[in-house]
């Protein structure tokens, strides 16, 4: 078919007009087009070759080497079927944990989901060799064997720390909140909590012998392991309060689902959650320790997070870096005396200082860098020319504060008074506090611009291992519930991320020069 253009010429149609198409008689007149059929009612079967089902360089060749490698021989110590015995055999742990930390790797963290993958996926038939998993079997695995799995993530370290990608020079400390296994309005006050365990009493008193009930025995063993489960919680978020009741001025709550879950601040306000600790070295940034903890703040996560690097490695770290939630007095004296190198920040709590101040209602120009100390007459000079005179001292841990205080009668008729001490009924204080020798040596050397420097490193570093068990793994949620537990799921989120890293730097490299020698 032809046209004309826009300049007047006659072209040929690129998309004819199919309806008038059809309306050629030429064209009626044309035998249909053949086309293949496509049947969905019959059954194919067809050779499948499993070795053939992945890349040479698929991951999961990799995890399965490295796996089998690695994996410690008490993973294999609970398995009752033994060899000349009767009975199933048991799935093979090598299988298992490849199984998880693949699943991992790809986002999936569901036993249920990895037994479905299991089923069609070409990665997880490879490692299966196309048999079936049952998920009792890969949800049972995931939390039975806390040691071994440590013993694992240590033996992947050590090979890490070989190759030369784990050196402990400079380790670099972060904690992230992840929410746990339960809702937000789960969490209850002591009389709602004991109204509802009565209830759950009750109801398991009231439950009949499954075997006569009219549903099926499975679903009514299903219920009632439900509400047993329920009752079970329900005791130990009353055994929790105690232990919360010690963090907070107002009535305690425990949450009914988790009952080791706390009430935590992350990015999209307060949740029910963990805060889960990882130190990262800055080497090739593969996490050296993974801890989680029940505290909402970091302040004392440090000297734990130390230990358990020496307990994974055999070696305590030269220098931590850690970001102002961990850096205080307390910190900076123990990393001391461990001979520890520390690198943190203390800039927020001047800028807490100085909050404090505004909600005051004092002005920048009356902060206390504007009055003048003098030590020889040990006294201040305020910005209206007034003497603060000594008034006492205390002891806070190993710093001295010195209070020093202007007269009521100056402060009262000063014509400052509205910016300087609004609020005072005595006259205005200021406080100087007298560092130990270890603290005034630390912040001496935060001054400097080579620790500044190394301090900026931290971000990037410490930050990288967080969001990528939050992005790649989704781990922003866990599925498991209790300290122990939740402490196990971020434990194979870690291990999975070491194991990507050795993957991306050591394996593919190796595979890649493998490749290249043989032409
Ligand atoms: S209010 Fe008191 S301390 Fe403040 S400037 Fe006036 S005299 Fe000085």
């Known amino acids: 078919m032809e046209k004309v253009n826009l300049v007047g010429r006659v072209v040929a149609d690129p998309e004819p007009n199919r309806a008038t198409e059809l309306e050629n008689p030429a064209v009626r007149a044309r035998p249909q087009a053949r086309v293949k059929p496509i049947n969905r009612q019959q059954s194919v079967l067809r050779p499948v070759e499993v070795e053939r089902l992945v890349e040479e360089d698929h991951?999961?060749?990799?995890?399965?080497?490295?796996?089998?490698?690695?994996?410690?021989?008490?993973?294999?110590?609970?398995?009752?079927?033994?060899?000349?015995t009767a009975g199933q055999a048991a799935f093979d742990p090598q299988l298992l944990t490849s199984l998880w930390v693949y699943a991992?790797?790809?986002?999936?963290?569901?036993?249920?989901?990895?037994?479905?993958?299991?089923?069609?996926?070409?990665?997880?038939?490879?490692?299966?060799?196309?048999?079936?998993?049952?998920?009792?079997?890969?949800?049972?695995?995931?939390?039975?064997?806390?040691?071994?799995?440590?013993?694992?993530?240590?033996?992947?370290l050590g090979l890490l720390s070989h190759t030369g990608l784990i050196t402990l020079e400079r380790v670099m400390q972060d904690g992230t909140k992840i929410k746990a296994f339960a809702a937000d309005h789960s969490f209850r006050r002591?009389?709602?909590?004991?109204?509802?365990?009565?209830?759950?009493?009750?109801?398991?008193?009231?439950?009949?012998?499954?075997?006569?009930?009219?549903?099926?025995?499975?679903?009514?063993?299903?219920?009632?392991?439900?509400?047993?489960?329920k009752q079970q919680r329900l005791d130990s978020a009353l055994k929790q309060l105690p232990q919360i009741q010690a963090t907070t001025l107002s009535e305690a709550r425990a949450s009914s689902s988790d009952p080791e879950a706390r009430i935590m601040a992350s990015k999209g306000g307060f949740a029910p959650g963990y805060n889960v600790q990882i130190s990262t070295d800055a080497a090739a940034k593969i996490i050296v320790g993974v801890g989680v903890s029940q505290a909402a703040a970091d302040a004392a996560e440090l000297v734990p997070a130390v230990a358990r690097i020496e307990a994974q490695l055999g070696q305590r770290p030269q220098q931590m870096v850690v970001d102002s939630g961990f850096t205080n007095q307390a910190t900076?004296?123990?990393?001391?005396?461990?001979?520890?190198?520390?690198?943190?920040?203390?800039?927020?709590?001047?800028?807490?200082?100085?909050?404090?101040?505004?909600?005051?209602?004092?002005?920048?120009?009356?902060?206390?860098?504007?009055?003048?100390?003098?030590?020889?007459?040990?006294?201040?000079?305020?910005?209206?020319?007034?003497?603060?005179?000594?008034?006492?001292?205390?002891?806070?841990?190993?710093?001295?504060?010195?209070?020093?205080?202007a007269k009521t009668s100056a402060c009262q008729s000063c014509r400052f008074k509205d910016q300087c001490c609004p609020q005072n009924k005595k006259g205005r204080s200021i406080v100087r506090s007298e560092d130990s020798p270890v603290v005034a040596a630390f912040k001496a050397k935060m001054r400097t611009e080579a620790t500044q420097a190394i301090y900026k490193?931290?971000?990037?570093?410490?930050?990288?291992?967080?969001?990528?068990?939050?992005?790649?793994?989704?781990?922003?949620?866990?599925?498991?519930?209790?300290?122990?537990?939740?402490?196990?799921?971020?434990?194979w989120a870690c291990l999975t991320y070491n194991i990507q890293q050795w993957i991306r730097l050591v394996w593919r490299p190796q595979l890649l020069i493998l490749k290249s020698s043989l032409g």
């Open 59 to 84: 991951p999961v060749r990799a995890i399965w080497e490295l796996v089998g490698r690695l994996l410690p021989a008490d993973f294999y110590s609970g398995i009752k079927a033994v060899e000349g």
């Open 104 to 156: 991992y790797s790809r986002g999936v963290g569901s036993a249920r989901e990895i037994a479905r993958l299991c089923e069609y996926h070409p990665a997880y038939q490879w490692l299966t060799g196309l048999e079936a998993v049952n998920y009792h079997s890969l949800s049972d695995f995931r939390t039975r064997h806390p040691e071994a799995l440590s013993r694992l993530f240590t033996e992947v």
């Open 190 to 229: 002591e009389a709602t909590l004991r109204e509802h365990l009565e209830k759950a009493r009750e109801q398991v008193e009231q439950m009949g012998d499954p075997a006569a009930e009219e549903l099926t025995q499975r679903v009514a063993k299903a219920r009632e392991r439900a509400l047993r489960e």
């Open 332 to 405: 900076i004296e123990a990393m001391a005396a461990e001979s520890i190198d520390l690198i943190g920040s203390l800039s927020d709590s001047v800028a807490q200082s100085e909050a404090a101040l505004r909600r005051r209602g004092v002005s920048p120009e009356f902060f206390p860098q504007a009055f003048v100390y003098d030590p020889g007459a040990d006294r201040y000079t305020c910005p209206a020319g007034q003497t603060l005179a000594y008034e006492g001292k205390e002891k806070k841990g190993t710093t001295t504060r010195y209070r020093y205080r």
């Open 457 to 491: 490193q931290r971000a990037g570093v410490a930050e990288f291992p967080n969001a990528w068990i939050k992005a790649k793994i989704g781990l922003r949620q866990f599925r498991l519930r209790g300290l122990a537990k939740v402490g196990l799921e971020a434990l």
